[in-house]
């Protein structure tokens, strides 16, 4: 890792370390992890290297006796890591940054390197203090230059003597630092401007695969793909959706997803091409009527789209584009290649589209857009936050709709005339 001068909040004995005693270990005084993003977040300021980076991917240490110690938190600028800190979430340590490093790598990284290198499957990282670290593996640790000790039954750190006054400490911090569930920020910074569009289904499929190509596959019968429709179809099936209120149903939920996976080219594998996600959308008002008046479909479209892709934007460009369509009720589509979930506390690491449905800007300059996610599973929220430019290579697709108030007759095969 290159480091740059250790850029450590120094606080009382933090270079000392710690020491193995024979104590019984105390009932654990483990911190939230909420409380302590927060911290994390009112703390910052003391690192002006950090500016306009956040905190996140948090990662939790351990003493070398197996209680919590602290978290690292990965600090991300436009989509890179440049640097980690460690917060405490420990009552017996001081509720403080404990330390920081610049570089690409966090000493997590190093952590999970020395875990491959010694064949380590099943651990967690120890924190030991004064910028070190190792593996807590079974009944044994580890240090960074892979020489294993016994697990010992104590381990203190020096930050630890005055625990009565960090005890007392933290509970001053925590009537302060009060966290509300489903906000990617607590109130420690407070909400300036929002909108959201209501209306916008949250929607995955549920539809199984292996079906053969000659079967029918329209709604939530067997697709002849994979067991997962995909996220461009299903992000699109969302937009559909909030415009066209008579496709809300669980039939046509699969139904529309099934359409728009064959109109975008989708393939078996779930890859969608970014340039065919907009045509694909375009394409489907005239695919729909086709299947309404040929009996595949109940209930007719009302809308067609024409959609603007915006590849690779500068994220403040993004978010004020974002921002001027959710304020015309607008939904739309965020693709991205890697994006940090803030509510699920996950990272996106695959191209992943998703449905944008709105924004909050806070007191701290911070900016969040909403998404839908298409989640199928718990791995992931439905609805979750991004935090501006905590993403790489997100891209942006604005959809204007032009809706009717009933359905258009056939002229003749396929062609819907306009």
Not at 23 to 47: G, M, N, S, Y
Not at 348 to 363: A, E, K, L
Not at 378 to 387: F, G, K, N, T
């Amino acid at each position: 890792m290159n480091w740059k001068a250790p850029a450590v909040l120094l606080i009382g004995l933090f270079l000392l370390g710690g020491i193995v005693t024979a104590a019984p270990v105390d009932k654990p005084e483990a911190v939230p992890l909420a409380t302590v993003k927060a911290l994390a977040v009112r703390e910052l300021h003391k690192f002006p290297e950090f500016n306009g980076a956040v905190p996140t991917n948090p990662t939790p240490l351990y003493f070398p006796d197996g209680r919590l110690a602290a978290y690292e938190f990965r600090m991300v600028k436009n989509g890179k890591t440049i640097g980690y800190i460690i917060v405490s979430a420990n009552r017996n340590l001081p509720p403080a940054i404990l330390e920081a490093g610049f570089g690409e790598k966090t000493p997590s990284d190093l952590m999970k390197e020395l875990a491959v290198r010694k064949g380590a499957k099943n651990y967690r990282f120890a924190y030991l203090g004064g910028l070190s670290y190792g593996l807590l593996i079974g009944d044994k640790l580890m240090d960074i230059k892979g020489r294993e000790y016994k697990k010992p039954s104590r381990y203190t750190l020096s930050l630890e003597v005055e625990a009565t006054k960090n005890q007392k400490e933290w509970k001053s911090i925590e009537s302060i630092v009060l966290t509300t569930p489903k906000y990617p920020i607590t109130p420690l910074a407070t909400i300036t401007s929002e909108k959201i569009i209501y209306g916008v289904p949250a929607w995955t499929d549920t539809d199984p695969g292996g079906a053969s190509d000659t079967d029918s596959n329209l709604g939530p019968a067997p697709d002849p793909w994979g067991d997962d429709d995909a996220c461009a179809p299903i992000a699109g099936s969302m937009v559909v959706g909030y415009y066209e209120p008579q496709y809300r149903t669980d039939w046509y939920r699969e139904a529309i997803i099934d359409i728009l996976h064959d109109l975008m080219h989708t393939d078996y594998c779930g890859n969608t091409a970014p340039d065919d996600i907009g045509p694909g959308l375009e394409a489907f008002y005239q695919d729909a009527i086709r299947r309404y008046w040929e009996g595949e479909l109940a209930d007719p479209p009302h809308c067609s789209y024409q959609v603007y892709w915006y590849e690779n934007p500068d994220p403040s460009w993004l978010f004020g584009k974002l921002k001027y369509e959710v304020d015309n009720n607008r939904p739309g589509l965020f693709r991205t290649f890697q994006a940090y979930l803030e509510e699920s506390g996950k990272w996106i690491t695959w191209p992943h589209v998703m449905s944008f449905t709105g924004y909050r800007i806070y007191s701290n300059g911070y900016e969040y857009l909403q998404v839908h996610t298409g989640a199928r599973n718990y791995e992931a929220l439905s609805v979750d936050w991004i935090l501006v430019g905590n993403w790489q290579n997100a891209d942006l697709y604005v959809i204007y709709p032009t809706c009717i108030s009933g359905p258009e007759p056939l002229s003749g095969g396929d062609t819907v005339e306009r």
